[in-house]
């Protein structure tokens, strides 16, 4: 079935109390995007942010992000007052989030709640106490993590007293005793979210929206996971790193990126059965429809560079863990289930991964238009077994793309796509999209909205604006939704109850 849908980040939308949440408006998104005739609502990773804000590094790769959960539903239910909600200065910009000043209010909401819940026997119920077990697999060491990094001025772990970092039992068992109610708090907040996940994914569902979730291929260093788990990683006797992740230098950055993040010691994951891996792909099967791997690639070969390291250019491509690791997740939970994010430069063994795995890839338009050469990001090389974009999280916004192209390649798009002006070319990359074979069209909405770079999600390797842009609510509107209805309706892509 041709479908269509749309890039929208949770953290985007609009509402109060300083960041797009699993409230009110996200259900009235999905509305939206019912209205616009779209089946699919892709959103970021869903983890809890640390330093520099990305959801490409959590502090796990299991829990949610408690700056989703919504404080007015928190209100309705009694946890909260309105008047303590609207005490917390979140920032004055309802267009821009703030996350230092989240991070100072939001979770002395929470321990308010949690007070308040425990009082009103919430704690002890038996609806929570299914949550805690089902998900104590993850769930126990990422509570006692965050409570412990808390108590220690929430530095990265390295720096915790050494019991406590190399997790000897004698350590284990103090903190959990003196950190008892911080803990309890933290799983708490995860119980939160889930269950507000829960409640806005059948919604969407109900109404015929899929969702595709994003996962990181890697995790942070400073995470539940790396310090519950060091023997999965590439680290030395003392914990630190021995090699971190990252790219090589291309045409678009002379010293590569250098991402940081620990390495997997893929061995030992294939001698569990790829155990970890497993429990990772159910929890995202339980939040998500269809997961779309971040770079995909690095299952293949992966860009290793020595710890320590101020760029990426010393670092060397090593062998990932192959189809071994897909065979296992497939055997498990099928292969209808995830997108392979195959971008950057791609070999014919990361081609050969892929086909094997039976996943679909990606194309990118603002890739396809060089004038110099014959991109493989062109909508003729779109087949049915490709999800097609636009544009990423990643890139610039389209309308500042086309704004800054160079003249030969604004050319050679206007002659492509039969345009005559470079202001037309927007529009233009939205149609050839939806054109294409591809099964699945997915557009940023900041690309219906012909935004600029204002409204860019991500700059790669910086810091300090990334993550942070929301929508105005007004404009998700009925023009709005007609203009997106339009293409999906003109190309095949409405549900099948609107198609006929």
Not at 306 to 313: F, I, L, R
Not at 392 to 414: R, S
Not at 417 to 425: A, E, G, S, T
Request: hydrophobic share 35%; aromatic share 16%; glycine share 8%.
């Amino acid at each position: 079935m041709r479908k269509a849908g749309i890039l929208f980040p949770v953290f985007s939308l609009p509402g109060a109390y300083g960041i797009g949440t699993l409230g009110k408006e996200a259900f009235a998104f999905v509305d939206f995007l019912k209205e616009a005739g779209q089946s699919i609502w892709q959103i970021l990773p869903l983890g809890p942010t640390g330093y520099g804000d990305s959801p490409y590094q959590s502090f796990s790769s299991f829990a949610g992000n408690p700056y989703f959960i919504d404080l007015e539903a928190l209100i309705e239910e009694g946890l909260l007052t309105k008047a303590q909600c609207d005490a917390v200065n979140f920032g004055d910009d309802p267009f821009d989030i703030d996350y230092e000043k989240l991070y100072f209010g939001r979770f002395k909401l929470y321990r308010k709640a949690y007070e308040a819940a425990k009082k009103k026997g919430m704690i002890a119920s038996s609806k929570y106490k299914k949550f805690v077990r089902s998900n104590a697999y993850w769930l126990e060491d990422y509570a006692l993590y965050m409570a412990v990094k808390d108590s220690f001025g929430g530095v990265n772990f390295m720096e915790w007293d050494e019991d406590i970092r190399k997790r000897e039992k004698t350590a284990m068992a103090s903190y959990k005793k003196k950190l008892s109610e911080e803990i309890e708090c933290y799983k708490f907040q995860q119980y939160l979210f889930a269950t507000q996940w829960e409640k806005l994914k059948k919604y969407a569902n109900k109404k015929g929206i899929e969702i595709i979730g994003d996962i990181p291929i890697y995790v942070a260093f400073d995470s539940a996971d790396t310090w519950a788990n060091p023997g999965l990683f590439e680290l030395d006797k003392e914990g630190f790193p021995t090699k971190v992740a990252g790219c090589p230098p291309d045409c678009f950055t002379a010293d590569g990126q250098l991402w940081g993040n620990p390495l997997y010691k893929w061995p030992e994951h294939k001698k569990t059965g790829y155990a970890w891996w497993l429990g990772r792909m159910k929890k995202c099967f339980e939040l998500y429809d269809i997961v779309r791997i971040d770079h995909f690639r690095g299952f293949d070969e992966y860009w290793a560079v020595p710890y320590g390291d101020k760029t990426a250019v010393g670092g060397k491509w090593l062998k990932g863990p192959g189809y071994s690791l897909f065979a296992a997740i497939n055997k498990e939970f099928g292969t209808g289930r995830i997108i392979a994010e195959d971008l950057g430069f791609i070999t014919d063994s990361v081609r050969n991964l892929i086909k094997k795995c039976g996943y679909p890839g990606m194309k990118i338009l603002q890739f396809a238009f060089d004038a110099n050469g014959d991109s493989e990001h062109l909508p003729h090389y779109c087949d049915k077994n490709y999800v097609i974009y636009t544009g990423t999280h990643d890139n610039f916004t389209l309308k500042a793309w086309i704004d800054q192209m160079g003249k030969e390649d604004v050319k050679f798009a206007k002659k492509y796509l039969n345009v005559k002006k470079r202001k037309q070319l927007p529009e233009a990359y939205i149609r050839a999209a939806h054109q294409t074979a591809s099964e699945t069209c997915v557009i940023p909405i900041q690309d219906y909205m012909m935004l600029g770079n204002e409204a860019r999600i991500n700059a790669p390797s910086t810091l300090g604006t990334n993550w942070r842009w929301r929508i105005n609510k007004n404009e998700l509107n009925e023009e709005l939704a007609k203009f997106i209805k339009s293409f999906a309706k003109v190309y095949g892509r409405l549900p099948k109850k609107e198609a006929k």
